[in-house]
């Protein structure tokens, strides 16, 4: 297809090696009637930019009605946002990432109020003192009209899966970091059952319990307009300060109905799903927790592509096989030179639960070595958190003055932030193998003191194992590592060293060598400390 992709590149440096080609084949593809389509394209090849390319190309260019660029991972969505090369790609969150500037303590998904047009005229008569009058300038409003108003736009997988305004009117799907798509499908499907369901009965069931969450909803629905209802004349004839508080109250116990309201009919989509998956026979277990969980996200694949006339599947390590039936592949090299990435292997012994006591102070020893080759911010990929206290005890006195250890699994951006904004540290990390940038010469040392395998022990992973013969098992485990090992080498001009300490991983290489990319094969070395 000849289009000149260079006016839609926002970079006045232009495309790097592969990135032209790439998005040209991908239109080809499309010319010729494929549907679903692989972007393979590793670490410092400029998928985003391709994606971004993509887009505009396929919206402006091609006029089709709506292309959404989207990623299971919200961090990049947020990333998205912040580049302002990207401006011409409008991002909308799910309104729970909006608070509510005129009521603390509420998102946007609770405004209390019946449309928008209801709360500006609120903001308006009661609020005229107030700077900026929040409710005309919300947050999630403006985005919203933005991202509508717009042919090509970004969102986050979460959103996209369960808002109709934007998967009824997408025509081309651009998903990046899709390699853990499958699994998101799978978790948004995925529904906690209540404790008295009767699994012999299963569909029944959930068919009577889907209709009892419909009258609640309904009956909620009620009790919200009339409250509403009552807003409006309190807000009609409010003169004093107490009037005021009165309607701040009464707004605030409206956001609680909406809240729970919001809820029963997340429940209820939820039952939709679980009589969908049932109704055709797709394999499922329910755990011993009472959880509804898909084995495989092939149908939730089926179903998200059905409408579509475009989806691409955009990663560095590509998990496609595992759900995508028919797809074409469009590969990029990888840019960055080898030597600037390579990726040794020295086992300390095994991180496995029975030897790890043992083996902790081993590693804990070659982290402190491996750190001071360079004092500057080694990030080292843990894979559970008793894994990272256990090292964290084990290190001198010395390393814990700069150590960072990641407890809290609700405050992933703070430590996030300690590490990056340090002047040397050593981050003990859990789950930071995707969604974290760390290019620039402060970021020279990345250790894997754990390979991420899931516990082989979980119900549920041992239902799954036995579905397809650990299969997810090990493309999970193999494309952890490749994503991790990707973390501090992000631009041709970066340089890193990755370096494997668990024994484990000889035995995870040897039985899936065919899971790794060429790429990363051929960077690994046998190394010693």
């Known amino acids: 297809m000849d289009i000149d992709l260079d006016v839609f590149n926002p970079y006045p440096t232009g495309f ?8 040209t084949s991908i239109l080809d593809l499309r010319e010729d009637g494929k549907k679903v389509i692989e972007l393979n394209a590793p670490t410092a090849s400029g998928k985003s930019l391709d994606l971004y390319v993509l887009g505009l190309v396929l919206s402006k260019k091609l006029e089709m009605d709506k292309v959404i660029y989207s990623t299971p991972l919200v961090s ?11 401006s011409k790609m409008p991002v909308l969150k799910g309104k729970r990432n909006y608070p509510c500037g005129k009521i603390e303590d509420v998102m946007a998904d609770e405004c209390p109020f019946k449309n928008w047009y209801a709360a500006i005229k609120a903001c308006k008569n009661g609020d005229e003192k107030k700077p900026g009058k929040p409710c005309c300038n919300c ?12 042919p090509f736009g970004a969102t986050t997988f979460a959103r996209y899966i369960v808002d109709p305004s934007c998967h009824n009117a997408c025509a081309a799907l651009l998903i990046d970091e899709s390699a853990s798509l499958e699994q998101a499908l799978v978790n948004y499907s995925t529904m906690k059952l209540p404790e ?3 699994i012999k009965n299963l569909r029944a069931y ?38 005021q508080e009165n309607i701040r109250q009464q707004m605030k116990y409206i956001s609680k109905l909406i809240k729970e309201k919001n809820r029963l009919e997340r429940e209820e989509r939820k039952c939709q799903k679980v009589i969908y998956h049932i109704d055709h026979n797709h394999k499922y277990m329910v755990d011993s927790e009472m959880q509804f969980r898909l084995l495989e996200g092939k149908s939730e694949f089926s179903r998200l592509i059905e409408k579509l006339d475009l989806v691409i599947l955009a990663s560095g390590t590509p998990t496609s096989a595992l759900y995508a039936e028919d797809y074409s592949i469009v590969k990029i090299q990888h840019p960055i030179p080898l030597a600037q990435r390579l990726v040794y292997y020295c086992p300390m012994g095994s991180m ?10 081993k590693i804990a020893n070659a982290i402190e070595k491996l750190h001071a080759k360079y004092h ?11 894994i990272a206290k256990m090292l964290y005890n084990n290190l001198s006195t010395e390393a814990k003055k700069i150590a960072i250890l990641q407890e809290n699994p609700n405050e992933r951006e703070l430590y996030k932030e300690m590490f990056m904004n340090s002047d040397e540290s050593i981050f003990l990390s859990i789950k930071f193998s995707e969604g974290l940038d760390l290019k620039g010469p402060d970021y020279k040392m990345n250790i894997l003191a754990k390979i991420p395998f899931e516990n082989i022990k979980d119900e549920y992973v041992a239902q799954r194992n036995q579905n397809d013969n650990y299969l997810r098992y090990n493309t999970f485990a193999a494309v952890d590592v490749m994503q991790a090992a990707g ?41 010693s400390i």
Request: charged share 35%.
């Open 16 to 23: 790097r090696a592969g990135q032209k080609e790439a998005i």
């Open 206 to 243: 959930v068919v009577e319990y889907a209709q009892e969450l419909s009258s609640e909803v309904a009956a909620l629905e009620e009790d919200i307009k009339g409250h509403q209802d009552d807003l409006g004349l309190m807000e009609k004839t409010a003169k004093t300060g107490t009037d």
């Open 139 to 150: 947050a999630y409003q403006l985005d919203r009209q933005r991202f509508n108003a717009s």
């Open 376 to 386: 500057k911010k080694t990030i080292v990929h843990c894979a559970a958190y008793g």
């Open 487 to 527: 973390r501090c080498t992000r631009t041709p001009d970066d340089f890193s060293e990755t370096w494997i300490l668990d024994e484990s991983w000889k035995g995870l290489l040897n039985r899936n060598r065919k899971k790794f990319e060429p790429w990363f094969v051929v960077a690994l070395k046998d190394g």
């Open 76 to 86: 990049l969505v947020n990333q998205l946002e912040k580049t302002k090369e990207f």
């Open 352 to 361: 496995n639960f029975r030897d790890r006591e043992t083996t902790a102070p």
């Open 196 to 198: 008295d369901t009767d």
